[in-house]
């Protein structure tokens, strides 16, 4: 079964993922939850790199702030795709998001938005519905509700205002 | 077999996929170029991204700068994984890179460096590989290479420098 | 009768609007609020783009925040001006600005500033007050009371500084 | 008939006027050019504005560099649509673009991007059409020609590289 | 006597003004506050500019926010300093900075750091005291007072800290 | 006779100042420059701004790239008007600017444009003309001219463009 | 024994030391801090600094915000090691950063992240262990800790969510 | 004999050095200069700081450009200071300055300006000063030759303007 590894620099991280962890139930996804540090604990990093396989997992998010390393550090040991997620902890992430999107040539990392966890998760099921058809069933699920909601508030908001 | 779309804004861009190309070559993939543009050509994209699984295309790279709302705008319409590529055209490409990466809740978009469409063909390879091992070997492949390269380079300094 | 389209990305942008209600109402003109997403209701956007006419509307407001790609999207199905309001929700703002502004060329999107609520309805009036000569008429006198405004807060305050 | 204003706050900013002289006369508009500083020439700026309503001139064009205070100077004059024209000239554009577009509540700048002046040209013929149905007709024709360029462009890359 | 005039674009930005008051008691200064906007109302600009030398003004503060046009476009039509006051109402102050520190050669404001409104009344000062040596005393004195102050809070924080 | 020092802190920097010359020029005003480092020559810089009262130099401009601390240690050391020409080396003058005009409370810079040696010279002369009244008379006579100029620009351009 | 000297601008900027300040008693790293100002105090910075060898004090720590100058003016004044520490006042500590890390060729500053006093005063345990292993055995000690607390936190997390 | 380290993470980015290496010779330091990525070759790395010890090296110099992780990765694997070079490759250098100064708490990386390689020498040069007296007295000659290099330089430019 697919699964995804989500490793964060710091717990203090934690409360970004609220929106990934919604997501996660949404589309029913297996994952794993690591902190680990691409400075204080890089054999951490490398020892849990070298286990993916051995788990199934196929793709890994990784979400760091500041000169956010792990993203990039965690995509030179594999070449399984690697979703940078810039955390917002100074500059307004801007630090974090240059750190992690603005990689050399040869080691890519697939970055989403600032703090944007939702959008995180949702690469990674998408990634990983090429291989696993029912992901990619829920995946086109979640699309017809999104769409199904903002009509709705479309619809709430055209009785109140355009009587 | 594997198949990588990529779709440009506008012609005048193509220049910026040199390095990609070349990635292309290395690891020997097939895709499509098309010059499809989200705001004069809404409908073509709408038409080539209807076509893509009959064409046996799992991964889309979209390039293109200032307001760059195509890979937006793909993404919106497929579930399958869309790389974004910042092209600098103004700005340094920073407009690109905000329009592209900062995507709302619900459509991600895999964004990568400004320019690096190398890493983008990377990516797209490493999102294939999961489903075709026989892509994941020539990265590896790829990886050793680029070390080799670096570590021949190194030689060739030290021979120079710290004799 | 003159009508002015005003369409957001998310209904949780509402109170960004709250200026630009009360110019609406100053200026008494007629509008109709859409909630309308140019990633998760691409049909939707364009079905109510070709109600335009029918309506009599000609003129359309836009706000959305990050990659803002609402304005731009409705702009190229469209050649009546569209008004885009960059709405601040990360970055101060400045990604929804570059991702409205910023626009290739062709496809033009008349931008005003982040959350400028009031200036997007009042330029969407003077747009509209080139074929309907009352509203020029309140025009001007807003700016009789904007100006009106000022001189009495400048008396109160020479009253209280300049004795 | 319906007529443009282009004001530059210098004429060493008259290259940026390039592209949009094109569509101008694609689009076969009447205009007027004028050389007017919003801080040298400060009444000549205004004389012009007050004889807008005799020339039949209904939409202006002002560009600047810098600090560009034209803009919004001239739109404090008239509650005739102004068209901002950031140019640039030094920060890449940013001071030029942030001087027009941030304006104060009350006075309203149609800002384009940055040296865009084929779409501030466009906004403005945009703007005439509510009012002139001929050039409403010239505009669809242009973006059918757009759009055909952009699909014969995508034909030749086609043939070129997806063979 | 000397005196400066402070000139505001809007009410809402007078406590900004606090430090510079403190400035403007301890130096004993003689000032004259208004509210005066260069878009709302630009002829009672005009109008007080013309009233300075028979007010015996040398020297003018120009505060304003967003696109911040007050400092140059009252610095047009004078040629006494102009201290342009940029002030934080959006985008961190950085759109004011720029709209008044870049502006166009031949119309200089002498701009200060953000809301630094207490150095823009001490640049008011040091430059009437080339005509008027009894503020050149006080300036110097008011050097030494903030001389005094850090060297105090430096013996007590060596007594707390290096004992 | 006024006077006034001009500062640089590299004399890589000279070009910068040719615009001001041109304005030194016209005005035919009297300058002492100065090569001196905040960073190299410290007591230079200190002996230079002593012997100021006795060369009869009323204002100081200081021009300097990157970490521009060289207007901000004059300030320090004086309460004469100092005058801050951000000069671009690196990060498009941004570092520069940011390090002049941002100065802590009770040491004002009077800080002009990026490169701006032109408007850096004029203000001079405007913080002069308060004691001097025959610069007042060549500050406007300037005026004139650069409207002037401006208006035969424009009566070129409209022979040119709207015959 | 080896010490530290801690230098800040302005008493206002304590609480940002706080995270230095434990790092000091982890370590248990002598230190003296001073308040003193490059600009208002200059001649206490010289002497102070002409006093660190009598004190031994090998390397400073200088904290600024705005236009910080105090790093680069005391880097000016001695060839021991100066660490520069940004510090967050206006502009999210861009102004700072800018203003000690551009320093020109010649005169080094050593600068951490913005607010980083913990990286600070760790730069300058690790300067000052060359000289003094005891530091260097702490040092190592920290990294340690740092590590097993990283893992001690995954090991929670683990238990918590991938049960 | 005290060495220096100087890692870069690629050879294209030797011309930068230039600066930096004219510092070294006069000095007269010893230096050890390796091409080695944090990505591409992170094993060489790791073997590499593990041997400074060996070599009697007690500081390291890394520059890298984009998201520089050079500079951070070999700060977390050794309590030696490590010089962080940020080195222009794209957007002017920003991503690499904040890639490496906004390091998170606990790894610091003394920073210095954009692809200033002379400050990063000389840096390491008063870090090493501590240990080697005989460098601290270079250092000093190194400081009054350059105050003289700008007196000499005032010298001349007085010689030809102040006359």
Chains 1, 2, 3, 4, 5, 6, 7, 8 share one sequence.
Do not use: W
């Amino acid at each position: 079964m697919a699964k995804i590894a989500i490793i964060l620099g710091s717990d203090s991280d934690l409360p970004v993922l609220d929106k990934g962890f919604k997501i996660i139930e949404k589309l029913n996804l297996a994952f794993e939850l690591r902190i680990l540090s691409a400075h204080r604990t890089p054999e951490a990093v490398t020892e849990y790199i070298n286990s993916l396989d051995a788990k199934g997992i196929d793709v890994i998010i990784a979400g760091a702030g500041k000169a956010a390393h792990l993203p990039g550090v965690i995509a030179a040991q594999t070449v399984k795709p690697v979703i940078g997620l810039p955390i917002r902890a100074s500059l307004d992430g801007i630090d974090a998001l240059y750190s992690i999107v603005q990689m050399p040539g040869g080691i890519p990392v697939a970055t989403v938005g600032i703090n944007a966890s939702d959008n995180a998760v949702l690469l990674a099921a998408q990634i990983l519905a090429l291989k696993h058809p029912e992901i990619n069933a829920k995946l086109k699920e979640h699309r017809v509700e999104m769409r199904a909601a903002v009509l709705e508030k479309d619809r709430q908001i055209q009785e109140k205002y355009n009587k």
